[in-house]
């Protein structure tokens, strides 16, 4: 939170809603209710979006959201459905659980690309409900506040955390971990198509149908986070280690991300890494020691029509 001002009847403030990758992502399981278990390794970006957040207490519940344009993702400015976007959704769903009289107001600036699996949705609702509760003298381990942020997506318990965490379950699972690689750089390589969440959760379904053994997976992944925790200094040491169970799923559903990822690797000797469910890809403390690669690398981008974006994990 960058800058608050209150008056007699309002607290308006800027907060800001950070980008995350998943340096791990295993897939451990499925319950009854079709929904899949994780065991994940995630990390806060410093690439973030902002929002300015205005709280009225003691009107009329009311909430408004204004889009706006970035240098980073472009857009009209226009005024949103609050019940189409996570951000106005969060705060809907706050007034609601703790039964507040008050109107909120949010003008969402949008740095995070949409559709890529850097969980900027789910970030924007995250800092809305912190400075809500903030402003609204709830306390964010109060079981409601949980229950609000996880009936509004998987990753937004995390965003309320943040930084360098194991998260577990469906999202309900946080443990914090030291940050030995904090600022490290990442390289993001942003696709010009993105990648629907339900629909690559759908394909790995198909891939790993009814009857999968999902046995031994569990062990997997805690061996996983435990060799990459470990070998996170210096951070590319980390780089063999790094995995995503839903990239074959991904890839399914768009080959040209397959195709991007090999041309990466034979032209530019650069293995880049899927966050989330995609489409964006990452290439973490990446060292360019000569402008040749470099050059290989914009040329690739523009070959594919993808955006570079250049950013380091934040703890």
């Known amino acids: 939170m960058s800058r608050l001002e209150t008056t007699t009847q309002a607290v308006e403030a ?10 791990l992502l295993h897939v451990v399981g499925r319950r009854s209710d079709g929904f899949h278990l994780l065991e994940m390794l995630n990390c806060t970006l410093s690439l973030c979006d902002r ?9 009329s519940a009311r909430v408004r959201l204004t889009l706006s344009p970035s240098s980073s993702v472009s ?14 959704r969060a705060a809907i769903e706050f007034l609601n659980r703790f039964a507040i009289e ?11 690309p949409c559709g890529a699996g850097l969980g900027g949705g789910s ?13 609204l003298g709830i306390v964010v381990d109060d079981p409601r506040f949980s229950a609000v942020a996880l009936s509004l997506g998987s990753d937004v318990p995390y965003f309320v955390r943040g930084g360098a965490c194991r ?9 914090s971990i030291s940050a030995p690689f904090e600022s490290s750089p990442v390289m993001l390589v942003i696709p010009p198509w993105p990648l629907s969440t339900p629909a690559v959760y759908a394909r790995f379904k198909q891939l790993n149908p009814e009857g999968t053994d999902f046995s031994g997976r569990m062990a997997v992944a805690q061996r996983g986070l435990n060799e990459v925790c470990r070998s996170m200094t210096p951070a590319q040491a980390a780089r063999p280690l790094l995995h ?22 034979e032209e530019c000797d650069l293995e880049l890494h899927l966050t989330g469910s995609g489409s964006a890809l990452y290439a973490l403390n990446l060292d360019l020691p000569n402008s040749s690669q470099a050059l290989a690398i914009q040329k690739v981008a523009e070959r594919f029509g993808a955006k570079l974006l250049l950013t380091e994990l934040s703890a």
């Open 75 to 88: 857009l009209p400015p226009q005024d949103v459905e609050p019940t189409r976007n996570l951000a106005s």
């Open 51 to 59: 929002l300015l957040v205005r709280v009225t207490k003691g009107c």
């Open 167 to 175: 998260v577990g379950g469906i999202g309900e699972q946080l443990s």
């Open 14 to 23: 800027e907060v800001r809603a950070p980008a995350k990758l998943n340096l």
């Open 244 to 265: 995503n169970d839903l990239l074959p799923a991904a890839e399914a559903l768009s080959p040209e991300l397959n195709r991007l990822r090999a041309v990466f690797l």
């Open 123 to 135: 970030s924007d609702a995250a800092a809305v409900l912190r400075f809500l509760a903030t402003t």
């Open 102 to 112: 008050a109107s909120v107001e949010i003008e969402l600036i949008k740095h995070i």
